[in-house]
């Protein structure tokens, strides 16, 4: 796999952008939004969320990795539960004017970026994410400024400013089909900001990559020897992975594939216990579509399978009743996308969705 070595202002790495502060500060707000509800307080937080989703014409949105209180709201309220990309177009789609993103910044930039005529609420939109932080704008633009012979394709999991910059915008379901399609065409290809999907794609394509150095504080924290241990325990398992964890964890698995791929495989395999590397969050649905069968969290900073060991997103996490209420009462976390910025962001959008229906209508 070709990872450039990146060089920043001041010294460091890539990785150092993304800071300790940031994760501490996002674990806070987390904590904040996780911790426990008073008697009635949640029930009292629902029935005020659903009366203000009317009042202000909104619906709800929200990804697989939030809280499962969330996304049992955004079903009972006529939302969506999805991943980054299908929650934009369900809400683009959506008759309400204003639009609520559960998630994380880029999931609001790009609803906004879908649908400039609505309103984007996000209950907290410091909420980020790893990818973003460590691919910023200006250092990204000068490095495909100094290989202006590849086709830019960065994955979803950027900034509208990012996007601007790119040619094509993948999710991990379409990644590959995409690449396969640029290399027909001989296209060389620079690819960002997820190092572990860029060489997952790249070593299943055979297309070689230029591929910046990013990576998800989540995914990349699942560990081989945790995850053996807790398959030793459950050898019935099957492993569900994410591709962008490391390699070591993807070669282990028996499907790796986007969120909704490992929903799908947990339903289509036989197997009744799963081991899943990706973020927990994600078993809300599991659990929905297949009640009766285990889901089990892959261990990561430790090597057992309890959930000390296991790593959850400290910025999903910051999603909560608490403040989505209070971004629906008062009209904050809004979100803004110049319009210069987001036609641009909107090309290699657009690109990605074509080449999407093209799939689906030859299949």
Known sequence: MSV??????GGGDVSSLLGVDLMAQARQEAAIQTAEYAPGEQEALV??????????????????????????????????????????????????????????????????ILSPEKRILMPDVSATCSLDL?????LFSEFCDAHPDHTVVVYANTSAAVKARADWVVTSGIALPIVKHLAQQGKKILWAPDQYLGGYVQGISGVEMLIWPGSCVVHEQFKAVGIRAL?????????????????????????????????????????????????????????QAEPDKLFLEAPSGGVGGSCE???RCPWMGMNGLRNLATALETGSGEIHVGEDLRQKALVPLQRMMDFAKTLHTSK
């Open 4 to 9: 450039p070595e990146i060089k920043i202002p």
């Open 134 to 138: 460590e691919c910023p704008v200006d």
């Open 47 to 112: 029935g005020q969320i659903k009366s203000l989703l009317q009042k202000e014409n909104a619906v709800l949105v929200a990804h697989y990795y939030t809280a499962p209180q969330l996304q049992q709201l955004a079903e009972e309220t006529g939302g969506y539960v999805s991943d980054s990309l299908e929650m934009a177009r369900f809400g683009n789609e959506h008759p309400a004017t204003t639009l609520v993103v559960a998630g994380v910044r880029f999931m609001g930039e790009t609803a906004k």
């Open 309 to 311: 060991s296991c790593q």
């Open 231 to 287: 398959a030793a325990r459950y050898p019935d398992a099957a492993l569900l992975v994410h591709p962008e964890s490391p390699a070591e964890i993807v070669a282990m698995a028996d499907v790796v594939g986007s969120t909704t791929a490992l929903i799908q495989a947990g339903s289509d395999l036989a197997a009744t216990e799963f081991i899943v590397a990706t973020e927990p969050g994600i078993f809300y649905k599991m659990k």
